[in-house]
């Protein structure tokens, strides 16, 4: 039956690459394949070696191609085009968007296993493609889910870090304060005091990534219902996967609410390992930082308002509207408001992307399941307003290079829709989606053997004194 359900889906697949000949390139036969009937870990020990050496041939024959050119723009401008870092898990496209091992959001709907027939993707498949590059069974997926339940084991000293700190911190403060002390089991870490050889390092760094992703769901709900409810902790649920039972130990049960925690999660997963938080991971990770130290660094830089912080931004903007202008704004009032918060000296939050120059696809499917679920929804119908207001005001303003809405834009009105209103705590959402690509990656890191990340920096001085010599 599995290799039945591989050929259904390679089909479609094929069917797509017929009508869009640019994926022919980027899906490889690996990707299009599904998984065969080993477990995870087997399929990683199966791979690495392989992979191993595909990396010492690229650096023997390769080693010295040149992949453009560093500008004094680039060095002063956050590295902003510089191509510099190896990341397998997912590649951003600046105008197609994100793929994660090749294949679109769309594909990722279309071909991985859901929980329910035309359902959103589960994480847990996600993952496996992350990990593998290849499409898994729902077998695999269930099997994967029920081994994240059964890691999904916090210690009870955990809580008590998180309830040292005073219930008024920030939840990212609270969350990446709960990773850290999960970090207390790490395998790795043992591992590595032991005297673990290098060649073994990724085996370790796997048992530590996934027990890391199987448990900040637990803690992440346990900050939810410290701030915001009445601090008892909801137990898992055995017959729900990773999104259900995220949304579940959250306190919410509308099978709607599960399926978009099951969007949210993998969607928001990965996004490339350039962005702040996959970067600080990796760099973190490189020095032979253990998983649980490497992601709570990731976190810190996940919090800050530039990056994740921003899709509690864009709710609160939004309400900020609708408290002025009232629920059934007009497109005038809509555009006055928008030129008030650009004149201001601030941002319209939602609208932009460091990379991304086209409308983020991570938008467009959190619209898609908003037409489908809550397509009257005052606050959708607003963001539906913006879309149609906010680039053409960006455009005329003439600095912006991407006023195309992205993935922020959206997430927030699905979230509040269902009752999850709390917006200061979405970034920690956004964490726990994270996990899964950061470890992915993580994982890959070790088994490739990258080494410690150290670029070259230089002064002002070093700057205009080398470019006078040059011109």
Request: aromatic share 8%.
């Amino acid at each position: 039956m599995a290799f039945f359900r591989s050929v259904t889906a390679l089909s479609r697949l094929r069917s797509r690459v017929g009508q869009q000949s640019n994926l022919s390139n980027s899906v490889r036969w690996l990707q299009m394949q599904s998984s065969s009937d080993l477990d995870l870990h087997s399929q990683l020990k199966e791979m690495i070696p392989e992979q191993q050496e595909r990396l010492k041939k690229v650096k023997s024959e390769l080693g010295k191609a040149q992949l453009g050119n560093i500008t004094v723009d680039m060095v002063i401008g956050g590295m902003r085009g510089m191509t510099g870092l190896l990341w397998e898990t997912s590649l951003l496209d600046p105008d197609e968007g994100i793929r994660f091992r090749g294949l679109s959001i769309p594909e990722c709907q279309k071909l991985l296993p859901a929980a329910k027939p035309d359902g959103e993707p589960l994480p847990e498949g996600l993952l496996w493609l992350l990990l593998t590059g290849k499409v898994p069974s729902k077998e695999q997926v269930d099997g994967l889910s029920k081994e994240l339940r059964d890691r999904a084991t916090v210690p009870d000293y955990v809580y008590k870090v998180i309830d040292a700190l005073p219930v008024t911190a920030h939840p990212m403060t609270q969350f990446a304060s709960g990773v850290m002390a999960l970090q207390v089991q790490s395998e790795f870490q043992e591992a590595y005091e032991k005297g673990i050889h290098k060649s073994k390092y990724w085996e370790p760094t796997y048992e530590d990534s996934l027990n890391l992703i199987a448990r900040v769901p637990v803690v992440a709900a346990y900050v939810y219902q410290r701030i915001y409810k009445d601090g008892k902790i909801i137990p898992k649920d055995d017959s729900l996967d990773y999104g259900g039972n995220f949304s579940h130990m959250l306190g919410f049960d509308d099978p709607k609410m599960l399926e978009l925690m099951r969007l949210y999660v993998t969607i928001h997963s990965d996004h490339e390992g350039g962005n702040v938080s996959a970067h600080t991971g990796h760099l973190v990770a490189s020095a032979l930082s253990d998983p649980y130290l490497s992601f709570a660094a990731a976190l810190n830089g996940l919090a800050g308002p530039l990056h994740g912080l921003a899709n509690q931004e864009v709710l609160l903007w939004i309400k900020s509207v609708v408290d002025e202008c009232g629920e059934n704004v007009t497109t005038e009032q809509l555009k006055d408001y928008v030129w008030k918060t650009l004149n201001s000296g601030k941002v319209v939050p939602g609208f932009g992307h460091g990379v991304l120059r086209k409308t983020d696809p991570r938008y467009t499917c959190q619209r898609e399941f908003a037409l489908k679920h809550l397509p009257d929804d005052p606050l959708f119908q607003l963001v539906s307003k913006l879309f149609e207001v906010v680039p053409p005001i960006l455009t005329k303003l003439g600095k912006v290079k991407n006023p195309w809405p992205n993935v922020d834009a959206h997430s927030g009105v699905l979230l509040n829709h269902f009752g999850l209103a709390e917006a200061r705590y979405y970034t920690v959402l956004f964490g726990v989606s994270r996990s899964l690509g950061i470890c992915s990656q993580l994982i890959w890191d070790r088994a490739l053997g990258l080494p410690l990340e150290r670029p070259k920096s230089v002064t002002l001085d070093w700057i205009e004194k080398n470019c006078k010599k040059a011109a």
